[in-house]
């Protein structure tokens, strides 16, 4: 092949596998989640043997969580006289952790299989879901996305069910066993209890800059550059529910990625003129969603700071 048609073939799919990527700018999309755990030690180890993290840094009460041994994308903190998960508050529905391929899912299912660890699932058409709980309660989901050229869209939004996944089919990907997360790893999305849909709604578009991708019965599925959601919101735990205590585990906060500081300027403005509370703290916005969801506001770049 012609030297220069190989660089411009090579350019053209590295292309389209950017254009693939909606975990990156100029794409808003989640990088990060910070838990609240009721025993740091039980929940290191959870996350290593269970989920297959690696533990890159601990620092008190604090534990940093990462897939590629480089960025952490999940922070498990003990705070002080914590309680445990209660019943029927907004925040954490579940955090979603986002494999490369189909077979890494089948390694990961095949591990859960044999440690006999209770899991649902759900094929979504867009991607294949497992879904399990800590120990301390809080939602987990770890899935694989189909290629987006699948994906059906009527206008704006597009098309997800709840379908049974067919676990046979997924096991025979691959017989490889599960050597824990593969490098490429990625914080795929949040899902949210709220207690008021629309007012959350109105915060997550107007304030943050999402676009509606899919609504669900007392749900809705939010997104940045055609992704089926970033984030999703929904009142399943109940309208008008408190948020989770200070103390109490589950959601701490988790990080929005905004591609450039005028973006993220004009985010905060926004969510200004809808009087949601704003503050910088050092080289990062943090925010409350109307259920006070705390959120911190970054720029993409290779290091992420954690408050």
């Known amino acids: ?129 497992l879904y399990l709980n800590d120990l301390d309660g809080n939602g987990i989901e770890v899935y694989r996305d189909r290629p987006p050229e699948t994906w059906k869209w009527n206008g704006e939004l597009v098309h997800m069910d709840t379908l049974p996944v067919d676990f046979e089919d997924l096991l025979a990907e691959t017989a490889e066993p599960w050597q824990g997360l593969p490098a490429g790893t990625k914080m795929g999305h949040i899902h949210l209890h709220v207690s008021d849909l629309s007012k959350a709604e109105k915060f997550y578009t107007e304030g943050l800059g999402f676009d509606i991708v899919s609504y669900y019965p007392n749900a809705i599925f939010l997104s940045s550059g055609k992704y089926h959601h970033h984030v999703a919101i929904n009142t399943w735990a109940g309208v008008g529910v408190p948020p989770t205590p200070e103390n109490g585990v589950g959601l701490k906060s988790y990080t929005v990625v905004l591609p450039d500081e005028e973006k993220r300027q004009e985010t905060v403005q926004r969510l200004q003129a809808l009087g949601a509370p704003v503050k910088k703290d050092g080289e990062i916005y943090i925010t409350k969603d109307p259920s006070q969801n705390t959120i911190h506001l970054v720029l993409e770049d290779k290091t992420i700071v954690r408050k």
């Open 1 to 129: 092949m012609d030297t220069m048609l190989f660089k411009n073939v090579k350019r053209f799919i590295k292309r389209g596998k950017e254009m693939n990527d909606f975990h990156q700018s100029p794409v808003i999309y989640v990088r990060d989640v910070s838990l609240k755990v009721q025993n740091l030690e039980r929940s290191i180890e959870f996350y290593i043997d269970v989920i297959g993290f690696k533990l890159l840094q601990k620092e008190g009460n604090k534990a940093y969580m990462t897939a590629d041994g480089k960025q952490a994308i999940l922070t498990l903190e003990q705070p002080e006289d914590v309680v445990p998960k209660q019943g029927r508050t907004a925040g954490l529905y579940h955090f979603a952790i986002l494999l490369p391929t189909r077979k890494d899912l089948s390694k990961f299912l095949r591990h859960i299989a044999e440690i006999r660890y209770p899991i649902g699932a759900g094929d979504h058409l867009v991607s294949e879901a």
